[in-house]
């Protein structure tokens, strides 16, 4: 019999929970559905050919590509920098850890409400301290021209925890004899960093790299919840444009045709992945 009766429940709720979804999702972007007809009919690929003729749809995929290309590349650098903080032997070390990946565990909703709380133009706390020394403070969330600089800021603020844990766990598995050898042979702190540690933390880098990239293009929670796409649009991230049409609009079919297409784009992204590993990775 083999391994066959130990690997086929996890077959079937795969099959069940991944593969089933992701055809019923191929099968709804090429019919008319809606929520409210319980019998969609095929329309071939015109969902597609109206995703491509919508100005919106393009909109939101430059405001998701500057999205998702900024808050991982802060949440690769920052974590990075903090993973190197936080493997300091320091006496406030473990309450640094525990503060960098507070976040991390704090629900979305709530990072929400706080946030809305502290970026308020009238009453916010951040407002009041420009306030304080004479500067003019923004809009932040309501002014299209920083709405999406703030989010980016939320979404990063919400997310550096898991890269600086995977980084200091990076960290903790590099041999010190290869720092030590490297002091030995004059060289000062930035440049173990620099020629040593940062490059034999390539493998971590790729992964945190690719698993940012991946979860910030499936994002619209927090769009949701501190500015609704908007405001004029500024902040509307496919995967906000895919619920609004789904749920709010009822066009399953236009947004099932949404969804291929970031699936396609979010496989073309792994692909890539794999290949620029096998090429600029090395493990050992």
């Known amino acids: ?84 903080l936080m493997n300091a032997p320091t006496r406030l070390q473990r309450l640094l850890r525990g503060a960098v990946f507070t976040p991390v565990v704090v629900s979305i909703a709530a990072t929400a409400v706080v946030w809305n709380y502290l ?37 990063t603020w919400k997310g550096v925890g898991l890269p600086a844990v995977l980084f200091l766990s990076g960290l903790q598995a590099i041999p010190r004899e290869l720092e030590e050898a490297a002091v030995i042979d004059g060289a000062t702190r930035a440049q173990v960093a620099g020629r040593v540690t940062i490059p034999l933390l390539a493998p971590t880098t790729m992964v945190v790299f690719f ?16 500015t609704g796409g908007g405001p004029a649009g500024s902040t509307n991230l496919l995967g906000y444009y895919i619920y609004q049409n789904a749920f709010s609009f009822f066009q399953m079919g236009f947004a099932s045709a949404l969804s291929v297409a970031l699936f396609l784009l979010l496989l073309g992204l792994g692909l890539l992945q794999l290949k620029l590993s096998e090429r600029r990775v090395h493990y050992q």
């Open 1 to 84: 019999m083999g391994a066959a009766p130990y690997i086929l429940p996890a077959l079937v709720v795969f099959a069940v929970f991944t593969y089933y979804p992701l055809g019923r999702v191929m099968y709804l972007s090429l019919t008319d559905a809606d929520m409210l007809q319980p019998r969609p009919n095929l329309v071939g690929l015109q969902n597609y050919s109206a995703m491509f003729a919508n100005p919106e749809f393009w909109r939101s995929m430059t405001v998701t590509a500057i999205f998702a290309l900024s808050v991982t590349f802060l949440e690769v650098a920052l974590g990075m920098a903090l993973a190197f």
């Open 211 to 226: 698993i940012s990239l991946v979860g910030t293009f499936q994002s619209y929670g927090l769009v949701l919840l501190l």
């Open 119 to 155: 970026l308020s133009p009238a009453s916010g706390p951040v407002n009041q301290a420009l306030g304080a020394v004479g500067l003019p403070g923004p809009g932040w969330l309501s002014d299209p021209n920083t709405a999406l600089a703030s989010v980016i800021l939320v979404a």
